[in-house]
T-cell receptor, first 111, second 113 residues
Framework: QKEVEQNSGPLSVPEGAIASLNCTYSDRGSQSFFWYRQYSGKSPELIMSIYSNGDKEDGRFTAQLNKASQYVSLLIRDSQPSDSATYLCARGVYGNNRLAFGKGNQVVVIP | DTEVTQTPKHLVMGMTNKKSLKCEQHMGHRAMYWYKQKAKKPPELMFVYSYEKLSINESVPSRFSPECPNSSLLNLHLHALQPEDSALYLC????????????FGSGTRLTVV
């Protein structure tokens, strides 16, 4: 079983709309989650980290962690064409310093 | 300085060549990593160095040889690679990864011919 699952296919959203991405996991141990943005041909860029249950907001981005249901999500408000990228969910388990990445979700913002 | 610098940005090598990838950071991070990323796939961990010592090797073939000469520098030595090793090689570093995650360099695009 993969460490983190991102199952949604490419996501197309109109400019100004909310893009919603989800990631599920199976291990209940102490861990942190990260959302990275990766433009085509570029390296991953950290946009959010979360390790406590609940919501964390940073500008137009909100990360949500629900430990009971074992999922982490990313909301992008007021989507802009510059948000068009692949978004990677990553998980790190405490005591084991190795971030494992989900397969990523491509987001396309349509002007 | 908040960057991880990787050189070269592009590398083309033959299957009999020996080459090295270089990664440098001056953020005082004590852990450094090598990842490999194929097109349209997520990054896959290869090696982890913690305090200049190799702590994780994800069963990487011996034709890839990592080296950490000091706390700021990480090398990946390449020898007798195969065309299927062509990929984007990413270096990353971290201090408190649990809250800050990893900082990635811009990568080296490797093509094996």
């Amino acid at each position: 079983q993969k460490e983190v699952e991102q199952n949604s296919g490419p996501l197309s959203v109109p400019e100004g709309a909310i893009a919603s991405l989800n990631c599920t996991y199976s291990d209940r141990g102490s861990q942190s989650f990260f959302w990275y943005r990766q433009y085509s041909g570029k390296s991953p860029e950290l946009i959010m980290s979360i390790y406590s249950n609940g919501d964390k907001e940073d500008g137009r981005f909100t990360a949500q962690l629900n430990k009971a249901s074992q999922y982490v999500s990313l909301l992008i408000r007021d989507s802009q064409p510059s948000d068009s990228a692949t978004y990677l969910c990553a998980r790190g388990v405490y005591g084991n310093n190795r971030l494992a990445f989900g397969k990523g979700n491509q987001v396309v913002v349509i002007p | 300085d908040t960057e991880v610098t990787q050189t070269p940005k592009h590398l083309v090598m033959g299957m009999t060549n020996k080459k090295s990838l270089k990664c440098e950071q001056h953020m005082g991070h004590r852990a450094m990593y090598w990842y490999k990323q194929k097109a349209k796939k997520p990054p896959e961990l290869m090696f982890v160095y913690s305090y200049e010592k190799l702590s994780i090797n994800e069963s990487v073939p011996s034709r890839f040889s990592p080296e950490c000469p000091n706390s700021s520098l990480l090398n990946l030595h390449l020898h007798a690679l195969q065309p299927e090793d062509s990929a984007l090689y990413l270096c990353a570093s971290s201090q408190d990864w649990r809250t800050e995650g990893y900082t990635f360099g811009s990568g080296t695009r490797l093509t094996v011919v």
